[in-house]
């Protein structure tokens, strides 16, 4: 018999019904599931199952059930009933522990919903010695989407199996999420259909922040004018000043609401991920089960906004999948990073390309027939417009790759680009350098800025722009990820040198 993946979170049973009961002394309940019966319905009855959970939270639902909470499970052991009724009785407390408890009934059953057609419609009652409050708990909000994993966004996961990081993983479809105030979240990734051929390459989600730890956190958002504070030192402290000052205003304007936390519009922040630098936070799914991944957390508003980045553990594998995201609230945001307008390309310095940079001996600067950093890698950019727009590139390196050289030399490891009109390619020089004020090489393992540039102009003929990534010195040799990202259609292609 196959063994079963045990998934990272449980991605079906928390959608179920969900019931809340208190009682305020102590209680003898009877809860009866019944299912409809045949000469009303026309169907045959199906396994059923209910559990009833201890709680502490009288409004949220259970998203993650611990076995130490179940205080029944009608069927125990994985033996659900296709009794028409279930009947069950048990005694309940208001105090567990010297803390104040409620309790969740879930109804369940081995058939997963997907239509209309499907639905099984049953009837939970309760009866109890004493009074009781019962309330059927608000059902979860779901978004989802249907894309695949093609030919330039089939990445991979972004640890291969032999450790060292992948810098196809950037190239995956991604997915951008702000939320507004704390919220539940549970993303599930499924395959869809089951070819064969498909097997043996399992799912994985990686979750994290859109913008890396060099951009200070949303701090900018809270307060106005001169009270406005530029940064914090974590998003746990902006979030507590929030707070503070949320609770500050309700108390002088007796308003009992804390207004919603607003996140940066996401139309400021679709910015392809290239990496998860060092000290950034991350969640990721294991990659263990062929057909679905799924992650869950409690997400704050001052973690994100979210990149959400679905991937195969095996880069290059093409298909189709669902990406659902099951939220507590109604109020979050989400949006795909459109592909068109974001490009990003896997490319290295090699014994041939590892040009350097104009800057980084002056001798070279005067001897023109020495100069190496002509050779780096060249990319071409065209601009699907006749307009002036601007352009963000980004140029990063996998850290891991690079440390040992960093270490020796950090200097000459600093990178930095050029951006040359494309008739400059014949001779190249300093001179043609577009981004001239920008053009400053960093000891980051990112570094990135945006190029104003005229579209392309089809009557003067012109052909785009040259990318050229580069190093300090010459003869640094590695792997890099050229990004590239604006507000119109474009394309980028590497130039055969």
Known sequence: MEAVAQLDTNDRWFNNPQYRLTVTKRTQV???????????????????????????????????????????EAAPGGSKSNQRELTRTLWLN???????????????????????EEERPFHLRVFASEPLEFYHLPFTVEKSFMNKWSVTTAGGKRILDNGKENQLWCRNP????????????????????????????????????????TVPPAAQIIGKGKEKKQAYPTEANAYAEYLRTMSSTKKEK????????????????????LQILPNEWYQEARYISDDVAAVYAFYQPTQGPFIIVPSVATPDQQMDFYLTIFSSHADIEVKQLQDSMNAVI???????????????????EQKAD??????????????????KVGVKITLSRPEKAWKKAI???????????????????????????????????????????????????????????IIMPATYDNGKQGPFVLAVSTTVAFTLTPIEL
């Not at 896997?346 to 070279?364: I, Q």
């Not at 020495?370 to 307009?387: A, I």
């Open 94 to 116: 208001p105090i567990h522990e010297k803390k104040n408890v409620h309790f969740i009934i879930v109804p369940n059953t081995e058939m997963e919903t997907r239509n209309k």
């Open 370 to 387: 020495s100069f190496t950093w002509v050779n780096n890698p060249q990319f071409l950019l065209k601009l699907d417009t006749r307009e």
């Open 407 to 465: 270490g020796m030399d950090l200097v000459g490891c600093m990178i930095g680009f050029y951006v040359f009109p494309s008739m400059a390619n014949s001779n190249f020089s300093k001179d043609h350098v577009l981004n001239k004020e920008g053009c400053k090489f960093v000891p980051w393992n990112e570094v990135n800025e945006t190029v104003w540039l005229e579209g392309n102009e089809f009557s003067q003929n012109r052909d785009g722009y």
């Open 346 to 364: 896997s490319s290295k310095w090699t014994d041939k390309t590892a040009g350097g940079c104009h800057l980084y001996d002056k001798e070279f």
């Open 254 to 273: 007796g308003n009992d609401k804390i207004p919603d936390f607003e996140p940066p519009c996401l139309d400021e922040t679709l910015e392809r991920k």
């Open 174 to 213: 991604q997915y951008f999420l702000n939320i507004r105030k704390p919220t539940h979240l549970k993303i599930i990734l499924r395959k869809k259909g089951g070819k064969r051929h498909q097997r043996g390459h399992p799912l994985g989600i990686t979750v994290t922040k859109a913008h890396g730890p």
């Open 30 to 72: 009877i809860i009866s599931l019944m299912q409809e019966d045949f000469k009303v319905c026309g169907r045959p009855l199906i396994p059923v199952n209910f559990l009833v959970v201890r709680v502490k939270s009288k409004w949220n639902r259970l998203w993650e059930v611990s076995r130490e909470e179940v205080v029944l």
